[in-house]
């Protein structure tokens, strides 16, 4: 019995030395870690409920589908994405990646996710283009071997350390540029388009303009202003001019590409035929390409060999 009692007193006096540690501790917390502790003990106390409750949506649904076939046959079909029909322009986009030298390391990987961007876009496209990164090297490789290690497995994309001169023929070349007085109507499926690879805060203003006269090549900018009315300048980031030449070779329409693809940060407006205004979907934005959470996910599979 004494033996009993010794172990008895010593339980007792170790569950209450475990009750004011317990006490302590819920002393030392704040409201709001309480409030969080409170808020996770429930979600573990009713973990069997919800998985009950799935359990029985799930009968629902069977029990609705075998009682009314057709019915679920509906719903079930509604649910399924339409497959698309994939066809391959013959259109060429290519990214100039030969601003290396004028871009801090923070702007260079921006120009990194804007590339990712533009790869993972054009893969699941309905129209996809022929992708081209030209003057590939310095500080842009160095980003991309330590950030994006799968980036030499790409698919459908030529990654190339030559200019882009060197590999398309002259006549063939449009370089997209905002500071050309040409507008783009139409999109020449026999031209190679070229979109200035630079993230630079409009420290090198008119640069891309200036490299395409010197080269003697044709040049162009998009037809922004006959649609969108922009409350700041109308440089846009690489991958919202490769997006917007997708969505124009799916719909048909520059309007309609132009407010499918520009962000919603800020308010952009629509230019009607009358000339007035009416307010649109988003505004472009020159430097930030993040805005799609799932682009990573998507890489990811792309870049599986």
């Not at 949506?57 to 075998?66: G, I």
């Not at 230019?271 to 009416?278: K, L, P, R, Y």
């Amino acid at each position: 019995m004494a033996e009993d009692g010794v172990i008895t007193e010593s339980a007792a006096t170790k569950e209450g030395e475990n009750g004011e540690a317990a006490a302590e501790k819920d002393q030392s917390l704040s409201k709001r870690q309480k409030k969080k502790l409170l808020k996770q003990q429930k979600w573990e106390e009713e973990r069997e409920l919800r998985k009950q409750r799935r359990k029985e949506r799930k009968q629902q649904r069977r029990e609705q589908r075998q009682n009314n076939p057709e019915e679920g046959g509906e719903t079930q079909s509604f649910k399924k994405r339409p497959r698309r029909e994939i066809t391959p322009s013959t259109l060429r986009l290519v990214v100039d990646c030969g601003f290396d030298d004028l871009m801090l390391i923070k702007d260079v990987r921006k120009l990194h996710k804007q590339i990712q961007r533009c790869y993972a876009e054009n893969r699941r496209a309905l129209h996809p283009v022929q992708f081209y990164l030209t003057s590939m090297g310095g500080q842009l490789k160095q980003s991309m071997d330590e950030k994006d290690k799968g980036w030499v497995n790409w698919k459908d994309i030529d990654i190339k350390s030559e200019h882009y001169s060197d590999l398309v023929a002259k006549d063939e070349l449009v370089y997209l540029t905002s500071d050309s007085p040409n507008v783009l109507e139409e999109l020449d499926q026999k031209k190679a388009y070229v979109i200035g690879g630079l993230v630079d805060h409009n420290h090198h203003k008119g640069i891309t303009f200036e490299k395409a006269k010197e080269l003697g090549i044709e040049h162009a900018q998009l037809p922004l202003s006959s649609f969108v009315k922009m409350n700041s300048r109308k440089v846009l980031a690489v991958n919202h001019v490769f997006e917007i030449i997708l969505a124009y070779l799916e719909k048909g329409s520059w309007k309609e590409a132009f407010f499918t693809v520009l962000p919603q940060r800020k308010g952009a407006v629509a230019v009607d035929q009358d000339g007035a205004n009416t307010q649109g979907k988003g505004e472009e934005e020159e430097e930030d390409s993040d805005s799609d959470s799932d682009a990573p996910e998507q890489i990811a599979k792309d870049s599986k060999p």
